[in-house]
């Protein structure tokens, strides 16, 4: 049922908004963050069941292999290499090609919202790092975007009755 993959979703929400703030404003995913999400995926994987949970955790697996790779070679943070893969225990394994697309509109909404930000805001000292000029990007903000656009997959989904 659709409420068994939209229950987790939603109950991840909240540590994903946190985790696009923290890094916006200190470009870092904290290590509780990720253990956090990873208590809120084994306390839900019932609901979607066993088999479709170890499915997402195969997913994960390969998004964390790929997420190792961009890392080691400097392309993302540490942070980012451990939540990216986490959010990919959350999509359900049907929707796994669609999440590759909702990732990338949230990457490019991260980016033009960033980009407004430090256009706005143009300060060398301010507190929040991301917005300083020449700072990495935040990509805590693109996954949160990248969720928020798989729960409104998913609420539509769910409210059409299809699933």
């Not at 609901?47 to 392309?75: D, H």
């Not at 993302?76 to 959010?87: C, R, S």
Request: aromatic letters at 10%; proline letters at 6%.
């Amino acid at each position: 049922m659709l409420q068994d993959v939209l229950v987790p979703a939603v109950a991840f929400l909240p540590l994903v908004v946190v985790v696009a703030w923290f890094d916006l404003r200190h470009l870092r995913i904290p290590n509780a963050a990720v253990l956090l999400g990873l208590a809120i995926f084994l306390a839900t994987s019932p609901l979607p069941g066993f088999g479709e949970s170890l499915t997402r955790l195969a997913a994960a697996g390969v998004i964390f292999v790929i997420c190792l790779g961009l890392w080691a070679m400097n392309v993302f943070g540490g942070g980012d290499a451990k939540f990216l893969p986490l959010l990919f225990l959350f999509v359900p394994s049907s929707m796994l090609t669609t999440y590759v697309y909702l990732l990338s509109a949230g990457m490019l909404a991260g980016l033009l919202t960033v980009g407004g930000l430090r256009l706005v805001a143009r300060a060398d000292g301010s507190a929040w790092k991301s917005l300083r000029p020449g700072a990495e990007f935040p990509m805590g903000v693109a996954m949160a975007a990248a969720h928020a656009l798989l729960l409104a997959v998913l609420l539509h989904r769910a409210l059409q009755g299809t699933g």
